[in-house]
Every structure is written in structure tokens, then in C-alpha cells.
């Protein structure tokens, strides 16, 4: 794939995202390309890397180039009783690629609503998410699992916050053997034992899953945050998008930020996940904020390795028309399949080696 293939990928991405953010009353957010590295020192197990570039400013103050998106926003804005503030962001941040594992300035674009977040809100966003994967592929999966489910049946161990956090690891790499040796070493309850091993195998359809979760969670707290999941779950299952939502419960976080619902997105044809967001209010509390917050990025330099091979085709429809069709039918028609987030390129006959996934021909009856 030439390069500049490449940047039509990405820049076209960024272009219909905005448009479906902006639909739904996000507002640009804008930022600089620096922050104080003390920022970054605070919340480094925030942030997808540790490894950041550092300069100092004229003044001698030690500045980063930014490698995250999350952390300026919360910065640069403030509570506001009752309101919550609706962002979007395109921005490059600069950190150590997964695929070259050395640093690189990465195209990112991602929402963030900040503020007096509820039920609505987390639907929101968590249907974005959802939406921003359909707009690349319709081959994705959008995995979600729930912080407070786990942290309630965690924190009944009784356990340091070192155990937990180790816990936390194995269980989000599905490491079962790990895990159970190290439930024996610490002599966890062999029932609070088992619950937190079945988090391993807590993968795949959500009512499956809701079903599973309904015998582990006794206690008041894991009830409080499952009948959340069911509330969401029950919103998501009917969009158009319930069959590619799972929940999966390696898809866990650092509690110290992360206190809801988190989840990843993953299209196929990309070993890795692509978006990953959740319910940060842990992190606002660190921050000295009293709002909730909630939101999602999607890294856009991992379409470096999805073309136009992962879909089979190059547009989703080839339009045929005629020297005889009406120049507005057909301009009506591109118009409606466009709207519908599909790929069109009208033509008066089949170029050679156009890859299509479906025809229509306007000079058909019926069409």
C-alpha cells in the first residue's frame, strides 16, 4: 500500500468522524503540542506508555511533547454543576509505536464528555464508539466489562492494593495459572477464589454473561455495578450494533483511574485493539475534580495495516448509470448511499479491476 494510500485512510476517517461527533453536540477541543512533564510524572500509569519526550523551555521549566490526549482536557477544563462539556479532538500525540516500538507521532481522534455524566451519557458514548469502528469497517468487535463488577468482588479479598493490582494484570492477560497460584500464596477464600478466576472465562455474548455474572455477584456493591452493565446492555441490544458488542472482562484498567465501564474496539485484519476508552472518575478525583468523566480514542496510525485487502472490495457500491439517466437521480442516489456511510463511485460502465461489493443499475426498473 503506497504511502499516500495510506493518508487518504486516515484522513478520511478523521473527516467522517467529525462529522458524527459534531452530530451529536461534541465541540472541537483544541490544544498545545506541550504540557509540563509533571503532568505525565503524576499519572504515568495513565498513560499507554511511559516513555515521553522532554525538553526544557526557554524559562528552564521541563515540557513534554504531549503523548496523551486525556490528561490536557481534563487540565484545561473545569467543573460546572448540573452541565457536563462534550469535546472532540484530532491531534497528533507523540509516543513509542506498538508495531515500530520506537517513538512516533501518532494521528489520534477521540471524544471526551466531562461533567455531570449519567446513564445517557455512558450509553452515548459507549454508541459512538461503536459507530466510530462501523465507519472504517463493519468487521469489528466493540468488547466492554465493567470496573465496578470486578473491584467489588477484588476488594472483598481484603487485600493490599499490590495483590489487586497484580490480580488485575493476570486476569486482563486471561493467565489462569498465574493467577490461582497466587490466590493460594495469599490464602483468598477458595469461594472468592473461584469468582475471581471465572472473570478469566467472562467473554463473549452479554447475556451469556449477565447470566454468569448474576451467581458471583452477592454481595450489594458487585450488585450496584452489574445492574449498571444490564441497563447499558439493555440500551446497546437494541441498535444496530448489538452484534458486535461482547463483554469481556480482560478488558479491566488500573483502578487507581479507571472506576466504570471501560472497553476496546478491534476491527479485523488489525491484531490489536484500535479504540479503547472508558469511565475515568478515579482519574478526575486524583486530578482534584469533582465531575465524572467518560470517553474513548481511537489510534489511527494502526490503519497503517488495514486496506483495502481486509474488506475485498474497494467501494460498497458500483452505481451504473446511462447517458440517458437523469443527472440529479443520480445525484440523489450517491447522496442517500453516502448518508447511509457507504462507499459509492458512480460510472457508466464496470472499470477493470474495481472491486465492488454490491451493483445497482439506475437504468434498471425498479431502481
Not at 476491527?267 to 465524572?292: F, H, K
Not at 494502526?302 to 445525484?331: A, C, H, P, W
Request: aromatic content about 10%; charged content about 30%.
Amino acid at each position: 500500500m503506497r504511502e499516500n494510500d495510506i493518508l487518504k485512510n486516515e484522513e478520511r476517517a478523521i473527516f467522517t468522524l467529525r462529522a458524527l461527533y459534531k452530530e451529536f453536540g461534541y465541540l472541537p477541543f483544541k490544544m498545545s503540542k506541550f504540557e509540563e512533564y509533571d503532568l505525565y510524572v503524576r499519572n504515568k500509569d495513565f498513560l499507554v506508555s511511559d516513555s515521553v519526550i522532554t525538553f526544557n523551555d526557554t524559562n528552564g521549566a521541563l515540557l513534554a511533547l504531549k503523548p496523551d490526549v486525556t490528561l490536557s482536557i481534563i487540565k484545561n477544563t473545569t467543573d460546572k454543576p448540573g452541565c457536563k462539556e462534550k469535546v472532540y479532538y484530532n491531534e497528533n500525540v507523540y509516543r513509542v509505536s506498538g508495531s515500530t516500538h520506537r517513538f512516533k507521532e501518532i494521528m489520534q481522534t477521540g471524544l471526551e464528555c466531562i461533567g455531570d455524566i449519567d446513564l445517557y451519557d455512558i450509553f452515548e458514548v459507549l454508541y459512538l464508539a461503536a459507530r466510530s469502528l462501523d465507519t472504517i469497517s463493519g468487521d469489528f468487535a466493540l468488547d466492554i466489562s465493567h470496573m465496578g463488577v470486578f473491584k467489588a468482588v477484588l476488594d472483598a479479598t481484603g487485600k493490599d492494593e499490590i495483590f489487586k493490582k497484580e490480580i488485575i494484570r493476570l486476569v486482563s492477560e486471561k493467565n489462569r495459572h498465574e493467577a490461582e497460584s497466587l490466590l493460594k500464596e495469599a490464602s483468598v477464600d477458595a469461594s472468592l477464589a473461584s469468582n475471581l478466576i471465572a472473570f478469566i472465562d467472562l467473554y463473549g455474548k452479554p447475556d451469556d454473561v449477565i447470566a454468569r455474572l448474576d451467581e458471583i455477584c452477592t454481595e450489594d456493591d458487585s450488585k450496584a455495578a452489574l445492574s449498571s452493565l444490564k441497563q447499558i446492555w439493555a440500551l446497546l441490544s437494541k441498535t444496530e450494533y448489538a452484534d458486535r458488542i461482547r463483554v469481556d472482562f480482560s478488558v479491566i484498567n488500573d483502578m487507581n483511574y479507571y472506576n466504570g465501564f471501560v472497553f476496546k474496539g478491534f476491527l479485523n485484519g488489525i491484531p490489536e485493539g484500535v479504540l479503547a476508552g472508558g469511565q475515568y472518575d478515579a482519574l478526575m478525583e486524583r486530578m482534584g475534580r469533582r465531575s465524572g468523566a467518560i470517553g474513548f480514542a481511537l489510534y489511527l496510525d494502526l490503519l497503517e495495516n488495514f486496506n483495502r485487502e481486509v474488506k475485498g472490495y474497494d467501494v460498497d457500491v458500483l452505481l451504473l448509470y446511462s447517458d440517458k439517466t437523469d443527472i440529479s437521480r443520480v445525484f440523489d442516489r450517491v447522496r442517500s448511499l453516502t448518508s447511509a456511510s457507504l462507499t459509492v463511485t458512480a460510472q457508466k460502465s464496470i472499470p477493470d479491476k474495481l472491486r465492488y461489493k454490491m451493483m445497482e443499475n439506475l437504468d434498471r426498473e425498479g431502481n
